[in-house]
């Protein structure tokens, strides 16, 4: 008997747990139990494909209701593969931008360089969706109707506390919006809360050794700024600027969205808004006006990989960023969380005894691990060359991103980009 996350011995509380179980496949009932910490794009798309498969699902999110910042994402490769098996692609194709280019501008808006989306698509494979990440999620709750009434519950505004595995089953205590401490017992335990994913710590431990941090930081957030909105003119717009990269696109409903990446410099500021003002302010006129609009409080985070030597224990398993995260940069992450979370019911939905879960667990996580390893490599390089420490970087990006548009060097450029992806 293991005993993971904070405080004392909760013996009684496991025996009972087990007992549950037991008596559940002694009365002949399959019906099995699964709770999701985390309900981004990875745990909604495993608690759609277990409710389907007949499991009764919990799914616990930290945040009160679904988070409307975020950033636009590629959606390509074995994501889109995943998601039109399991019958999700309708739900994310309604949610898609059109995006005609990605333009490199200079301090005064001038374009140095873009990236035709078209002609990317096309040599992708002529399936690649642009999809803003709250979008996504959104889709991905309106894709759990598909589920049998009452399979999948969702409880916003409760943060996991403590995590307690026995042979057969496994026992969590979550905080809600109240303060107030609720458990929750099931059969299989899934930790899909991100980079700094709870469940990781308290049944893998400390985050020293899995964290991989890339040397940047990014920033994501979404301003109501109509006059920028028009101007970007269905572009990802980005600076074409040494050591630090602003990017913007305009939404349906006048807002933009804006995606900062930099490296913190010693003396940086602790407050998020002015440590961006300092890193951003001179791009343009357009970023210093949305820089004047950020809010005090955006998204802040290192950019980093988790690197896991196995996703399972037990009767517990990481899913999406928390057990194998490639960095935003690499432009995986969605493709990853719905191809992972698809694979991962797959490999559940046929048992027939809680036995039989840790194996099937391990099972997944050998087979998952190889292409999150693969991704995880195209991750860093992309890190490395997203951001040019250097003018001859930045000539270097230039010309890479106009041969992109040039026949037969489309196809060697291309060919590079979406290697892992098309595996």
Same mark, same amino acid.
């Given at each position: 008997?293991?005993?993971?996350?904070?405080?004392?011995?909760?013996?009684?509380?496991?025996?009972?747990?087990?007992?549950?179980?037991?008596?559940?496949?002694?009365?002949?009932?399959?019906?099995?139990?699964?709770?999701?910490?985390?309900? #981004?794009?990875?745990?909604?798309?495993?608690?759609?494909?277990?409710?389907?498969?007949?499991?009764?699902?919990?799914?616990?999110?930290?945040?009160?209701?679904?988070?409307?910042?975020?950033?636009?994402?590629?959606?390509?490769?074995?994501?889109?593969?995943?998601?039109?098996?399991?019958?999700?692609?309708? @739900?994310?194709?309604?949610?898609? @931008?059109?995006?005609?280019?990605?333009? @490199?501008?200079?301090?005064?808006?001038?374009?140095?360089?873009?990236?035709?989306?078209?002609?990317?698509?096309?040599?992708?494979?002529?399936?690649?969706?642009?999809?803003?990440?709250?979008?996504?999620?959104?889709?991905?709750?309106?894709?759990? #109707?598909?589920?049998?009434?009452?399979?999948?519950?969702?409880? @916003?505004?409760? %943060?996991?506390?403590?995590?307690?595995?026995?042979?057969?089953?496994?026992?969590?205590?979550?905080?809600?919006?109240?303060?107030?401490?609720?458990?929750?017992?099931?059969?299989?335990?899934?930790?899909?809360?991100?980079?700094?994913? =709870?469940?990781?710590?308290?049944?893998?431990?400390?985050?020293?050794?899995?964290?991989?941090?890339?040397?940047?930081? &990014?920033?994501?957030?979404?301003?109501?700024?109509?006059?920028?909105?028009?101007?970007?003119?269905?572009?990802?717009?980005?600076?074409?600027?040494?050591?630090?990269? =602003? #990017?913007?696109?305009?939404?349906?409903?006048?807002?933009?969205?804006?995606?900062?990446?930099?490296?913190?410099?010693?003396?940086?500021?602790?407050? =998020?808004?002015?440590?961006?003002?300092?890193?951003?302010?001179?791009?343009?006129?357009?970023?210093?006006?949305?820089?004047?609009?950020?809010?005090?409080?955006?998204?802040?985070?290192?950019?980093?990989?988790?690197?896991?030597?196995?996703?399972?224990? #037990?009767?517990?398993?990481?899913?999406?960023?928390?057990?194998?995260?490639?960095?935003?940069?690499?432009?995986?992450?969605?493709?990853?969380?719905? &191809?992972?979370?698809?694979?991962?019911?797959?490999?559940?939905?046929?048992?027939?005894? $809680?036995?039989?879960? $840790?194996?099937?667990?391990?099972?997944?996580?050998?087979?998952?691990?190889?292409?999150?390893?693969?991704?995880? &490599?195209?991750?860093?390089?992309?890190?490395?060359?997203?951001?040019?420490?250097?003018? =001859?970087?930045?000539?270097?990006?230039?010309?890479?991103? %106009?041969?992109?548009?040039? $026949?037969?060097?489309?196809?060697?450029?291309?060919?590079?980009?979406?290697?892992?992806? &098309?595996?």
């Amino acid at each position: 008997m293991s005993h993971c996350g904070l405080g004392g011995r909760w013996t009684r509380r496991q025996r009972r747990a087990k007992n549950g179980t037991i008596a559940r496949v002694a009365e002949g009932r399959c019906r099995m139990r699964a709770l999701i910490v985390g309900a #981004g794009i990875a745990g909604l798309v495993a608690a759609r494909q277990l409710g389907l498969a007949g499991w009764s699902v919990d799914v616990l999110e930290r945040a009160p209701e679904p988070r409307p910042e975020g950033y636009m994402m590629d959606f390509f490769g074995p994501g889109v593969r995943a998601a039109e098996r399991i019958g999700i692609y309708p @739900y994310l194709a309604q949610a898609a @931008y059109r995006i005609e280019a990605a333009a @490199y501008v200079d301090h005064e808006g001038r374009e140095t360089a873009r990236l035709d989306y078209a002609r990317f698509s096309q040599l992708a494979g002529g399936n690649v969706l642009s999809l803003l990440r709250p979008d996504m999620e959104n889709a991905a709750l309106r894709a759990l #109707g598909d589920a049998p009434a009452g399979s999948v519950r969702l409880h @916003y505004g409760h %943060r996991a506390s403590r995590v307690a595995q026995q042979p057969r089953s496994v026992a969590l205590a979550a905080k809600d919006r109240h303060g107030e401490t609720r458990w929750f017992d099931a059969d299989l335990l899934i930790g899909a809360d991100g980079l700094h994913s =709870a469940v990781r710590g308290a049944v893998f431990g400390p985050d020293s050794g899995c964290l991989r941090d890339l040397g940047l930081r &990014a920033a994501a957030y979404i301003v109501d700024e109509p006059g920028i909105n028009a101007g970007a003119r269905n572009r990802f717009v980005l600076t074409d600027s040494v050591g630090r990269t =602003a #990017g913007y696109y305009g939404l349906h409903d006048g807002r933009v969205a804006c995606l900062l990446v930099y490296r913190a410099l010693p003396g940086d500021p602790q407050n =998020a808004r002015d440590r961006l003002r300092r890193h951003f302010t001179g791009l343009g006129a357009a970023v210093d006006r949305l820089l004047e609009l950020c809010p005090e409080e955006p998204y802040d985070d290192v950019v980093a990989q988790v690197v896991m030597p196995r996703l399972s224990r #037990g009767n517990t398993v990481l899913l999406g960023d928390a057990g194998g995260a490639v960095s935003l940069l690499a432009g995986q992450g969605g493709s990853l969380a719905v &191809a992972g979370a698809a694979e991962l019911a797959a490999s559940l939905e046929h048992l027939e005894d $809680p036995e039989w879960i $840790p194996a099937a667990l391990a099972g997944f996580s050998a087979r998952w691990q190889v292409t999150v390893r693969t991704a995880q &490599a195209t991750g860093r390089r992309a890190a490395a060359s997203f951001l040019p420490a250097t003018r =001859a970087g930045l000539l270097l990006r230039r010309w890479v991103v %106009r041969g992109s548009n040039v $026949p037969p060097i489309d196809r060697l450029i291309a060919r590079r980009i979406v290697a892992t992806l &098309a595996k």
